[in-house]
Protein backbone atom coordinates (compact mmCIF):
# COMPACT_ATOMS: atom_id res chain seq x y z
CA UNK A 1 0.00 0.00 0.00
CA UNK A 2 1.38 3.25 -1.31
CA UNK A 3 0.71 6.42 0.50
CA UNK A 4 0.72 9.83 -1.06
CA UNK A 5 3.32 12.58 0.12
CA UNK A 6 1.96 15.12 -1.80
CA UNK A 7 -2.08 15.71 -1.48
CA UNK A 8 -1.27 18.65 0.59
CA UNK A 9 -0.07 20.33 -3.09
CA UNK A 10 -2.97 19.47 -4.52
CA UNK A 11 -5.38 20.82 -1.94
CA UNK A 12 -3.73 24.14 -2.12
CA UNK A 13 -3.37 24.31 -6.48
CA UNK A 14 -7.60 23.39 -6.15
CA UNK A 15 -8.20 26.12 -3.52
CA UNK A 16 -5.68 28.38 -5.49
CA UNK A 17 -7.82 27.46 -8.88
CA UNK A 18 -10.74 28.41 -6.42
CA UNK A 19 -9.28 31.72 -5.59
CA UNK A 20 -9.01 32.91 -9.04
CA UNK A 21 -12.55 31.95 -10.27
CA UNK A 22 -13.84 33.81 -7.76
CA UNK A 23 -11.31 36.47 -8.67
CA UNK A 24 -12.46 36.37 -12.28
CA UNK A 25 -15.75 36.60 -11.59
CA UNK A 26 -15.88 39.20 -9.23
CA UNK A 27 -13.89 41.64 -11.72
CA UNK A 28 -16.14 40.86 -14.66
CA UNK A 29 -18.92 41.55 -11.81
CA UNK A 30 -18.11 45.53 -10.93
CA UNK A 31 -17.40 45.31 -15.12
CA UNK A 32 -21.05 44.71 -16.08
CA UNK A 33 -22.93 45.87 -12.95
CA UNK A 34 -22.95 49.91 -14.53
CA UNK A 35 -23.95 48.77 -17.81
CA UNK A 36 -26.55 46.52 -16.52
CA UNK A 37 -27.97 49.91 -14.49
CA UNK A 38 -27.99 52.19 -17.68
CA UNK A 39 -29.67 49.13 -19.84
CA UNK A 40 -32.42 49.15 -17.10
CA UNK A 41 -32.43 52.64 -16.97
CA UNK A 42 -33.10 52.79 -20.95
CA UNK A 43 -35.28 50.29 -20.77
CA UNK A 44 -37.06 52.15 -18.81
CA UNK A 45 -37.16 55.38 -20.57
CA UNK A 46 -38.74 53.55 -23.83
CA UNK A 47 -41.70 52.75 -21.75
CA UNK A 48 -42.02 56.29 -20.62
CA UNK A 49 -41.63 57.44 -24.42
CA UNK A 50 -44.20 54.91 -25.30
CA UNK A 51 -46.38 56.26 -22.79
CA UNK A 52 -45.95 59.78 -23.72
CA UNK A 53 -46.63 58.81 -27.02
CA UNK A 54 -50.23 56.83 -26.59
CA UNK A 55 -51.46 60.04 -24.33
CA UNK A 56 -50.30 62.51 -27.04
CA UNK A 57 -52.81 60.38 -29.51
CA UNK A 58 -55.48 60.03 -26.94
CA UNK A 59 -54.91 64.53 -26.94
CA UNK A 60 -55.31 64.10 -30.51
CA UNK A 61 -58.64 62.21 -30.76
CA UNK A 62 -60.06 64.87 -27.79
CA UNK A 63 -58.78 67.60 -29.94
CA UNK A 64 -60.91 66.18 -33.00
CA UNK A 65 -63.71 66.11 -30.64
CA UNK A 66 -63.69 69.32 -28.80
CA UNK A 67 -61.04 71.45 -30.71
CA UNK A 68 -58.56 72.18 -27.90
CA UNK A 69 -56.46 69.75 -25.72
CA UNK A 70 -56.67 68.91 -22.08
CA UNK A 71 -54.37 69.59 -19.28
CA UNK A 72 -56.77 67.63 -17.62
CA UNK A 73 -55.64 63.81 -18.30
CA UNK A 74 -58.63 62.03 -16.79
CA UNK A 75 -60.46 64.02 -19.43
CA UNK A 76 -59.13 61.83 -22.07
CA UNK A 77 -61.47 58.64 -22.92
CA UNK A 78 -58.63 56.45 -24.28
CA UNK A 79 -56.74 56.66 -21.04
CA UNK A 80 -57.32 54.23 -18.58
CA UNK A 81 -55.19 55.24 -15.61
CA UNK A 82 -55.71 59.27 -14.46
CA UNK A 83 -52.36 59.52 -12.61
CA UNK A 84 -50.64 57.52 -15.94
CA UNK A 85 -47.76 56.49 -14.26
CA UNK A 86 -45.78 53.92 -16.60
CA UNK A 87 -46.61 50.48 -16.26
CA UNK A 88 -44.07 49.73 -13.28
CA UNK A 89 -44.04 53.46 -11.65
CA UNK A 90 -40.69 54.95 -13.20
CA UNK A 91 -42.33 57.97 -14.66
CA UNK A 92 -45.37 60.17 -14.10
CA UNK A 93 -47.20 61.62 -17.42
CA UNK A 94 -48.63 65.40 -17.01
CA UNK A 95 -50.04 67.98 -19.31
CA UNK A 96 -49.59 71.57 -19.46
CA UNK A 97 -49.44 74.59 -21.85
CA UNK A 98 -46.37 74.63 -24.58
CA UNK A 99 -44.50 77.30 -22.86
CA UNK A 100 -44.07 79.31 -25.50
CA UNK A 101 -47.13 81.61 -24.75
CA UNK A 102 -49.70 79.39 -26.91
CA UNK A 103 -52.73 78.48 -25.58
CA UNK A 104 -54.24 75.09 -25.01
CA UNK A 105 -56.82 75.41 -28.02
CA UNK A 106 -53.01 75.67 -30.17
CA UNK A 107 -50.38 73.29 -27.86
CA UNK A 108 -50.06 70.68 -25.51
CA UNK A 109 -46.77 70.08 -24.18
CA UNK A 110 -46.92 66.34 -22.00
CA UNK A 111 -44.18 65.60 -19.85
CA UNK A 112 -42.88 62.64 -18.30
CA UNK A 113 -41.09 62.77 -14.71
CA UNK A 114 -38.65 60.11 -13.55
CA UNK A 115 -39.79 58.95 -10.24
CA UNK A 116 -39.01 56.93 -7.71
CA UNK A 117 -35.44 54.47 -8.67
CA UNK A 118 -35.62 56.42 -12.28
CA UNK A 119 -35.32 59.97 -10.17
CA UNK A 120 -31.92 60.09 -11.22
CA UNK A 121 -32.92 60.13 -14.75
CA UNK A 122 -34.19 62.58 -17.09
CA UNK A 123 -37.51 63.68 -17.99
CA UNK A 124 -39.34 63.41 -21.08
CA UNK A 125 -41.36 65.78 -22.89
CA UNK A 126 -43.05 65.38 -26.23
CA UNK A 127 -45.28 68.05 -27.59
CA UNK A 128 -48.77 68.13 -29.89
CA UNK A 129 -46.49 70.17 -32.71
CA UNK A 130 -43.99 67.33 -32.53
CA UNK A 131 -40.79 68.86 -30.33
CA UNK A 132 -39.35 66.10 -28.54
CA UNK A 133 -37.13 66.79 -25.41
CA UNK A 134 -34.47 66.09 -25.31
CA UNK A 135 -33.68 65.49 -28.94
CA UNK A 136 -30.83 62.95 -27.29
CA UNK A 137 -32.93 60.48 -25.94
CA UNK A 138 -36.01 60.21 -28.81
Given at each position: ????????????????????????????????????????????????????????L?????F???????????????????????E?????????????????????????????????????S?????????????
Amino acid sequence: MKIRGNVGFYLTQYFGEVLAGVILMSALTLITLPTLDRLIADARRSDAMDVLSQVMLSQEQYFSDHLRYSTDLADLESVVAASLETETPFYKVKASTCGDGSTITDCVLLTALAINEQTNDIDLSLSSVGVKFPQGYW
